[in-house]
C-alpha cells in the first residue's frame, strides 16, 4: 500500500517553462488536494478535487491548473513558471471531506524551484 | 471564513523537559480543530484531532491537547519531549460538519529539541 505518491521529487525549471506534477493515490479516496508550502507561511491549499471530474479552486490557485480524470489521479500543471512558484508542493488526499474527519494522507512532497 | 494562528515559530527546548505549543483559531461557526506534524523532509501526519466529546485529546507520541472554546485554543503539549520529536507541528481547523470544507493550516511551529 503505497498511500500518495509524487512525482518528481525534485525539479528546476526556467521562467516560463511548463510541467506537471504528478500525484496518484491507491487509498481510493474521493477527496484530493494540492497544497503548497513556502518557508514561515505553513500550507495554502491551491486546488482541490471531491470525486473524478470535479475541481475546484483553493485560496492560491493563479498560475496552476488541475484535472481529475481518474479517483487515482490528481495531476498539477503550471504554465509559465514563474519565480513565485518555487516552493514545495503537496498532494493529499482524504477518505471523507476535511469538514467530516480532517484526516489527510500526505504525499513526501515535490520540491520547484524556478529560475 | 476561519483562521489559525500559531504564537511561535520556533520553540527551542531540552530532551525530557515539558513543552507546549500554542494554536488559537478564529471562526464564526463551530470547528474541528487538528495538529499534524511534518518531520524533515517528509510530508504531514496527524498527530491528533479534536471532533467533539472530551475536551482532552491524546494523540500519537504521547502528545496531548486541549481544545479550549472560550479561549478558542487548542494548546498541543508533551509532558516529556525526546530528540526524535524535533519536527514542524502545524494547527489546522475546519468548519463543523461541511460537506466540501477543506482544512486551514497555520504557519507551523519549529520544535528544536537539544541533548
Known amino acids: 500500500n503505497a498511500g500518495v505518491t509524487q512525482t518528481p521529487k525534485f525539479r528546476i525549471l526556467k521562467i516560463g517553462q511548463s510541467m506537471t506534477l504528478q500525484c496518484t493515490q491507491d487509498?481510493?479516496?474521493?477527496?484530493m488536494y494540492w497544497y503548497r508550502q513556502d518557508p514561515g507561511m505553513g500550507l495554502k491549499l491551491i486546488y482541490y478535487?471531491?470525486?473524478?471530474?470535479?475541481?475546484d479552486k483553493g485560496e492560491v490557485p493563479n498560475g496552476y491548473n488541475v484535472s481529475r480524470s481518474t479517483t487515482e489521479d490528481f495531476p498539477l500543471r503550471l504554465e509559465l513558471a514563474a519565480p513565485s512558484q518555487t516552493s514545495v508542493y503537496f498532494c493529499a488526499s482524504s477518505y471523507l471531506a476535511g469538514g467530516n474527519t480532517g484526516e489527510l494522507f500526505f504525499g513526501e512532497g515535490s520540491r520547484l524551484t524556478v529560475l | 471564513a476561519q483562521s489559525v494562528t500559531q504564537l511561535d515559530s520556533q520553540v527551542p527546548v531540552f530532551e525530557e523537559a515539558p513543552v507546549e505549543l500554542r494554536c488559537n483559531y478564529s471562526s464564526s461557526v463551530s470547528v474541528y480543530l487538528f495538529w499534524y506534524v511534518q518531520y524533515p523532509n517528509q510530508g504531514l501526519q496527524l498527530l491528533l484531532k479534536y471532533l467533539s466529546g472530551s475536551t482532552l485529546v491524546k494523540g500519537i507520541n504521547g502528545f496531548e491537547a486541549e481544545f479550549n472554546k472560550s479561549q478558542t485554543s487548542f494548546h498541543l503539549r508533551k509532558p516529556s519531549v525526546h530528540i526524535s520529536d524535533t519536527a514542524e507541528y502545524f494547527c489546522a481547523v475546519t468548519v463543523r460538519d461541511s460537506g466540501y470544507s477543506t482544512l486551514t493550516f497555520g504557519k507551523g511551529t519549529m520544535l528544536l529539541v537539544s541533548p
Open positions: 487509498m481510493n479516496h474521493n477527496y
Open positions: 478535487s471531491v470525486g473524478a471530474g470535479i475541481t
